[in-house]
């Protein structure tokens, strides 16, 4: 049998792996996310997964309008990118965990979650930053799923949840005896276009967070069902908590939430946030 070992959400703004962009946030403040993603880092390690399943968002790199599936599971053998030729990051090779990602997607099939496949998925920067980050030697294999927070239709935040609990009972009816670590990547608040692009709102981070950490995510979709009403006070980019809610929805009761960095930070226009849960 399978079982989850680690969790971890993080933010993946570009800036956090660009520069001169990464200086613009202050000294004091890009220290405390990197010290926060090198504790998830250190989380990694000492749990040693064998494989990673990590939840991200395409940012109309990989999908458009004339395919747009809701929940996108990666099964080739192998991930290249970042598909963003504007990142100045070093392109990466990864090798997936196609066996289970081929088994997420069979299984949904049985119990009613429709998974889109693909085996040419490319890797966006919504993984290749933060695991640039917290699994840096790429040798850890990995099940992308990409959450469709990006246009309409997307799935209600219930739903990511939801999943995110179906994808943890697949795991946990696996046959191997594997070690298994899930992230979600996005978020928090912030508006990527309109005039409000620099815009954070430290206080919905904040709450959310909070939400998370007392187990108490109902109140996140309960407050916003309509994407429209979350766009309001976190922007179109704050439609990437669908990412930590799967993570949460996927957490077994033993592992505890705890938050290990989060700094509001309008020079990345991001509010810049990293959590975990573990077993201590």
């Given at each position: ?97 196609a066996d ?147 993570v949460a ?32």
């Open positions: 049998m399978a079982e989850i070992v680690a969790g971890i959400a993080t933010s993946h703004v570009p800036f956090l792996a660009m520069h001169p962009q990464f200086e613009m946030a202050s000294e004091a403040q890009r220290s405390k996310v990197v010290a926060g993603l090198n504790r998830a880092k250190e989380i990694i390690e000492r749990t040693r997964p064998d494989a990673i399943v990590i939840f991200s968002t395409d940012h109309f790199d990989r999908c458009f309008y004339d395919n747009l599936p809701t929940f996108l599971v990666a099964t080739g053998e192998r991930a290249e990118g970042p598909i963003n030729e504007w990142l100045n990051l070093p392109k990466v090779s990864v090798k997936l965990a289970l990602g081929q088994l997420i997607v069979s299984e949904g099939m049985e119990h009613g979650v429709d998974f889109a496949s693909s085996q040419e998925l490319a890797l966006d920067h919504a993984e290749v930053v933060p695991l640039s980050f917290i699994t840096p030697g790429w040798n850890v294999p990995l099940v992308p799923i990409v959450v469709n927070a990006f246009a309409p239709p997307m799935p209600s935040l219930k739903r990511c949840f939801d999943v995110g609990m179906f994808v943890r009972t697949v795991i946990e009816r696996a046959p191997a005896n594997r070690r298994i670590a899930v992230i979600g990547t996005g978020g928090l608040s912030h508006w990527v276009g309109p005039p409000e692009t620099g815009t954070v709102n430290e206080e919905f981070d904040r709450w959310f967070l909070d939400c998370l950490v007392r187990g108490r995510g109902s109140e996140v979709w309960e407050q916003y069902r309509h994407a429209e009403d979350l766009e309001k006070v976190a922007g179109n980019g704050g439609q990437e908590i669908r990412d930590w809610l799967a929805g996927a957490m077994p009761p033993q592992l505890k939430p705890q938050v290990l960095a989060y700094e509001p930070i309008p020079q990345w226009a991001t509010g810049t946030g990293v959590m975990a849960w573990t077993a201590d």
